[in-house]
């Protein structure tokens, strides 16, 4: 389960590292609060198309069919305590044993860490390959809230790490004592890759008019719902990023300035 993702781009820790290299601004796990990840899979192509509506069809996984009866993305209940609910999944209460126990062998845990950024602090992340919501099929990145002395302890305890999303981050495995600890850390945040492309008029359509827009130097558009902690980015129509898969940000409202709003107004800045 806490194994690093066996992506075909990755490298034992036996093969030379990367060069350090300076990261473009949307590989800087600032510019989205769960951290290099996301990025990666909101840059990846190749998926196969499918309609935001919905498409009929049975889930690939125990993961997926479990994620399609927990509701669509745009489906955010927020109580008004601070916190929100998305897919099933409590922002600010759900804990990593909570989220193990829902999608069983389908999650993938490990500490996620930059390349080209010396001294970055890791990141625990959790993905689920194939989810599925409702019927719309794509990624699932989830975040969670941990101490940093507790992570840098953890990754120099880490028994393997593979190179991956083509040598942009190093994914470290969790020690079996680490992931025990590990499993009563509160999930932070989420995001949910599409494997259907969004347009404007689609998320408009299903979404509403978000409270701000900030457009990115490089053309791509923010999407800001702060009463339901959710920011959705869209990829530019040329350019880069042209080809990137739209993300949809989850947190719980209460944390959307300080892990969403911010971060992104500091990117845009040029930070």
Known sequence: ??????????????????????????????VISLGATVLLLALAGGWSAWELRGV??????AGAAAAGQAGMPWQVNAPG????EVFGLHLGRSSLADVTHRFERDLRVALVVPLGQPGAVPALEAYVETFQAGGIQGRLVLAFDADAAWLGDALRRSPRDTVAGSGSVRQHA????????????????????????LDEAT????????????VGPQGEAQWLYPDRGLAIVLPPAEGDLARAKAVLQYVAPRDF???????????GAGG
């Open 81 to 84: 305590d601070g916190t929100s």
């Open 203 to 214: 998320v408009q359509a299903r979404f509403g008019a978000p409270a701000e827009r900030v």
């Open 56 to 61: 009929p069809g049975q889930a690939d996984s």
């Open 1 to 30: 389960m806490d194994s690093p993702d066996p992506t075909p781009s990755s490298a034992s820790t036996s093969a030379a590292s990367p060069a350090p290299r300076r990261l473009r601004w949307w590989q800087r796990p600032s």
């Open 257 to 267: 300035d300080t892990r969403l709003r911010d971060p992104l107004r500091r990117a």
């Open 174 to 197: 969790l020690s079996e004592d680490d992931r025990l600890q590990a499993q009563s850390l509160v999930l932070s945040a989420l995001a949910f890759v599409p494997a259907a492309r």
